[in-house]
């Protein structure tokens, strides 16, 4: 019987959410980053089914160089929905390329180091992904809000997968030390392929948030006390245009549209209504929403269109989390 390691498996997994996400953004600016990450998980995935699947040892040079390259692809992923970088590519690539290159020096140079400095990057990256994420969803400004609370769930969970690889890496080492490898095969057949899957699915979540064009983005005003000027300014243009209804606005657009800086409306909107750009522009959908199902005969599907809502899921927790009760609830009621 053909022996195929469990590694094999996950890695043709991957690739096939990889053909599926391709499939998805045909349309759309596809998130390069996040499309190489999946790849990238997929190919680390059968490195290791080489090594400890079929014990192919020169695996074990390569592998730490490709694991390097895993955390700066989920960070570039994330930087290309919370804001425009004004360094060049070629800067950004340097700047990334750094860990890897700093691995592969010490496979040639160090190899007792390689553990302890995948360890710092992953751990490293990890931190900065959540740094960028301290303001919660509103942090996504490149992302429509409808995908936005999503995107931003599965950006934790990327995350958490960098940190849980970090927490295999670190048993394995200290395995290797005190119990002579006993147990690193299984630590690493279990976790590692963990990690891989969560990232591989956490970017396929990710990047379902389409990415626009590169803008110049525009600085803040450090003046905090025109929080409601700012709001009477995008209230009177959410009523005026209806913009809500646009299925792909996202915080940037809006602040174009309004000509207020993104973080001024985000700070603005968290101060004054104690929530979120995602909230406020879902509330203004669902105000529209129960006025469509009161004096309409439209589906609640059609509504849900009509309004800037693209799945059920979302739209039904949204209205739950203002109204209390379902779309169909809802209209029965006012009937």
Not at 28 to 33: C, G, R, S, T
Not at 128 to 136: D, E, H, S
Not at 156 to 163: G, P, S
Request: aromatic share 8%.
């Amino acid at each position: 019987m053909i022996f195929i390691p469990l590694p094999f498996v996950v890695a043709l997994l991957l690739l096939i959410l990889f053909a599926t996400v391709l499939r998805r953004d045909e349309e759309v600016a596809p998130n390069l980053p996040f499309l190489a990450l999946i790849l990238v998980s997929a190919l680390q995935s059968a490195l290791s089914g080489l090594r400890w699947g079929y014990g192919v040892q020169g695996v074990g040079l390569v592998a730490p160089v490709i694991a390097a390259v895993v955390p700066p692809l989920a960070y570039a992923g994330v930087s290309r929905l919370v804001r425009t970088s004004r360094r060049s590519l070629a800067a950004r690539i340097g700047l990334h390329a750094v860990p890897a290159i700093l691995i592969l020096l010490l496979v040639s140079f160090w190899r007792d180091a390689i553990d302890v400095a995948l360890v710092l990057v992953f751990v490293g990256y990890a931190v900065a992904i959540l740094l960028l994420m301290r303001p919660g969803a509103d942090a996504l400004r490149l992302a429509p809000f409808e995908g936005a609370v999503p995107a931003y769930r599965a950006i934790i969970f990327t995350a958490a997968a960098l940190c849980l690889s970090a927490a295999v890496d670190t048993f394995v080492f200290l395995d290797f030390i005190s119990a002579h490898s006993e147990r690193a095969l299984a630590l690493i057949s279990v976790g590692n392929l963990a990690a891989l899957v969560i990232l591989g699915i956490a970017a396929a979540a990710a990047s379902r948030s389409r990415v626009p064009p590169e803008i110049t983005e525009v600085a803040p005003r450090s003046d905090t006390s025109e929080d409601k000027e700012t709001i009477a300014a995008v209230d009177a243009l959410m009523e005026a245009k209806k913009l809500y209804c646009d299925a792909n606005l996202n915080l940037d657009r809006l602040a174009r549209k309004a000509g207020i800086p993104a973080r001024q409306i985000s700070a603005a909107i968290n101060r004054a209504m104690d929530k979120n750009v995602s909230q406020y522009v879902n509330d203004y959908r669902i105000g529209e929403a129960c006025r469509l199902l009161s004096v309409t005969e439209k589906s609640v599907t059609e509504v849900m269109f009509e309004v800037g809502f693209q799945t059920k899921s979302n739209f039904n927790r949204e209205f739950r989390r203002v109204t209390d009760m379902t779309p169909v609830a809802w209209r029965q009621r006012k009937r």
